[in-house]
């Protein structure tokens, strides 16, 4: 991979032979945990303008019709989260000059708070072709990170590291974007919060070769395309009128604000908040559903089933093909799917269990697929095989479908690649547990085209979570849990136990799919949190967290849910037997100590009685009780030598499962229902917890 600095451009095409389809990563470190920030795509016409609405790609807007664009979203990487974005270069419009990549944050954040900030493309295979890093951010609230742009017939990158202190509203003026701003709820003292990024801007203001002050252009830069312009002057008028290069209409865009229901620029249609109401006579009578399921007995039926309704439906629902085929470097076509496809290998075939195709512009993308389900595991000669089958026949990738999770640094399965040959296959992993979340993302927040399109992931999503489909996700600890778990108890668990890495492994594996879990029910962005700094290696990470499983007997786990203003802590003590769930909450500012406690409470009203809460005065530990004893004497949870109370810590127990499996009694069940008690349960209702000071100073 080629590293570029500031400033500087590159030819796509000089750089790979299948750069006609590229995958964007933006991806940043956070040592608090609590650092993140929202991509933002812009088309641009020859002016530096965006074109339509159509052109302005964000958290509510993921992806264009023409596939051209599509935020794949975040994924968890080997040293902190990485946003992805595909870019099928093909299904650019050709009155598209620009594509400007950007990443804002909100709530007070900046980008100086966040670590690693680092851009990378790809090639459709995943290959990386060019990296570039930002090293100097500061109070930046916003941020350009670079651009592609059209160089004749073909496609260059350019590392543009441009930052703006006023946030996505004033780098989406620059471009003839108008942000429409939304009033938030007036507190209950009558203040009526507004969002600090109000202000538009006029990029007509601006040096139109885009240069920075005191910095002359590079020899090819300038008669290129502009790059962005600088976020030192961003005056306050309205956008250009028509005929100076600015779109006709200039673009209501919604300004940036978190823990909102999600908004769409388009209607689109998705499920109902409240069902309705059934015609059955009672609750024995099922409805009819288009895949049934009770009939399935053995695992080859499961996969020959799950195969078949998870290709049909990928085949007839574009968004959901699309949705999950664009991060394996498929283009943006017509797709066909196909099932038991016999394919020649040596003395007998070979019948992967299904085939994707897709067609745009006379060119093929093909991928084979392999199914598991019901926790069985992949089997390393069956994928080294289909990849042998689709080397020799120029196919594109090989994806793996079952219910085991991947994870940086542990590959689901060996493959040997052969370095001699010139056609790369790539491989991919996909969980069931990610295929249920992208449906539900769908048709429970985001929309599709039309109601049949929601009528069949509906039913595709009532197929997976079927209790007999066998596809449920990560649902086992493996063998090295019952083992580990039982040295712990004894006391005979030695430091450097193998196992323990194993368990370790797996219970990052259940963390990740607790998150999309939630993410997909709540549609927010829910992931994991890694504090280690890029470049890590993963295995040393997880040794040193079964170090402490070893030592300690605790696996804990830091998780963040988009919209919320704290890390979600999650701590299994294998010792006691308990799950623990917490949450750090800030006390409000410039308030009296018990009127904090009092509001908090307030706020608490509908959390659970057995609902631990602890004062924290800095780096120590305060009074604490449970909401059932703290209700009626709040001033209980102030210290009597009358240190300031620095926030709270809101904590949940809940007894855990032994067995390694994911039934009633399951380890994973107990997990995953803690996490869930605890969101819906505190983090919930502490939305009005945030940035809201005291009545009093």
Known sequence: MQEIPKGANVSLTALGEDAGSVVLSLGWTSASGAGDADVSVLLLDGNG???????????????????????????????????????????????????????????????????????????????????????????????????????????????????YETGLAGLATDFGISVEEEPELPDAHGADARDADAHGADADAHDPAGREPGRAPSPEAAPEAPAPPPAAAVPAAPPAAPGTGAAPHPVPVPGQTRGRGPRTTKKKVTLPKAAGKSLAENDSWRPARLFPVPSLRSDKEREVRATSVLLSVMAQVPELGRRLTAGFGAPAGRMQTFTEVALPHGDAPRRPDGVIRVERAGRLWTALVETKTNGNPLKADQVQAYADIAARRGYEAVITLSNDVALEGAAVVDVKTDGRRKHKVSLWHLSWAEVAHQAQLLIRHEGVGNAAHAWLLQELLAYLQHENSGCHGFQNMGPAWVPVRNGIEDETLCRGDARAVDVVENWERLIRQVCLRLGGELGQKALPVQRARRGSDPRGRREEAAEVLCAEGRLTAELRVDGTGGVIAVSADLRTGKVRTSVDVPAPEAAYPLAGAKRLLRLLAQAPADLHVQSLLGAEQGPRGTLERLRPEPGDLLPRDGAPVTGFRLSLIKGMGNTRGNTESGFIRSVDDSVDRFYHGVIAHLGAAEGRPGRRS
């Not at 100086?112 to 890093?133: N, Y």
Request: hydrophobic fraction near 40%.
């Open 49 to 163: 303008r965006v074109r339509s609405d159509d052109d302005f790609y964000f958290y509510n807007h993921p992806a264009g019709a023409d596939g051209s664009v599509q935020l794949l979203g975040k994924t968890p990487g080997e040293s902190g989260d990485e946003d992805r974005i595909s870019v099928d270069l093909a299904a650019v419009p050709q009155d598209v000059a620009r594509i400007v990549v950007a990443a804002s944050q909100y709530g007070g954040a900046r980008f100086g708070d966040l670590d690693d900030l680092r851009m990378t493309v790809a090639d459709r295979s995943g290959e990386p072709l060019v990296g570039f890093c930002i090293d100097d951010a500061s109070v930046e609230t916003a941020f350009i990170f670079g651009e592609l742009y059209r160089r004749g017939a073909e496609w260059k990158f350019r590392a543009v590291g441009q930052g």
